[in-house]
């Protein structure tokens, strides 16, 4: 009788991965972001979800991966496509001039309070939505970019403590080669020429 692990996976969560995956890569985002929302909702950790999705699930959606990278490129040429329609907006407000004249020194009232208008409807005018926006996406890229540091350094460490498994591995084995080497032979015949 083969029990069944504690942690396998079941058809549903294969298939919730496999749903949220494919709509990250249509989406234009990464798989590393599908993983983490998936290990969210199933207490799974995030390379759980990514070891999973490459070694099993991955090869039954095939066809789906090809499609949501095409539809995820073309959406990001009609984005960019967008984007250069859009006009760009002004960094410098071009402001009207007050006085019409070097000749003419005064000002009037209303040509101050007229000129303050044109200003403020012109500070307004600017995008301040987009502004917010590009903000917002900022501070998210930040905290992604400081996220992937520390797990970089979390696989660097990982990668030093293998590499210092292996030495000392490959050491063992040295010493069990010179071992068999200087005794002559294999440790069994060593052992019944003591017993002789």
């Not at 991966?65 to 071009?94: C, F, R």
């Not at 210092?164 to 010493?175: G, R, W």
Request: glycine share 2%.
């Amino acid at each position: 009788m083969v029990a069944n692990r504690q942690d396998a996976w079941t058809k549903e969560e294969d298939n919730y991965l496999a749903e949220v995956v494919l709509k990250s890569i249509n989406e234009g985002s990464t798989q590393l972001t599908a993983f983490k929302i998936v290990a969210g909702n199933l207490s799974r950790t995030a390379a759980a979800c990514g070891y999973r999705w490459n070694s099993f699930v991955r090869k039954f959606y095939k066809e789906e991966i090809e499609n949501a990278k095409v539809n995820s490129k073309k959406q990001a040429t009609n984005k960019n496509e967008l984007n250069d329609e859009v006009p760009k907006p002004q960094t410098e407000i071009e402001l009207p001039e007050v006085v019409s004249s070097e000749s003419d020194q005064e000002v009037s009232f209303e040509a101050v309070f007229q000129f303050l208008e044109t200003v403020k409807e012109k500070v307004e005018s600017l995008p301040v939505r987009e502004i917010q926006s590009l903000e917002k996406k900022l501070l998210i890229s930040k905290q992604e970019n400081d996220q992937l540091k520390v797990e970089k350094q979390q696989l660097l460490e990982k990668v030093k403590e293998l590499e210092s498994e292996y030495e000392n591995l490959f050491e063992f084995i040295d010493q069990k080669r010179k071992f068999v080497n200087i005794s002559g032979g294999t440790p069994d015949k060593k052992v019944r020429s003591k017993k002789e």
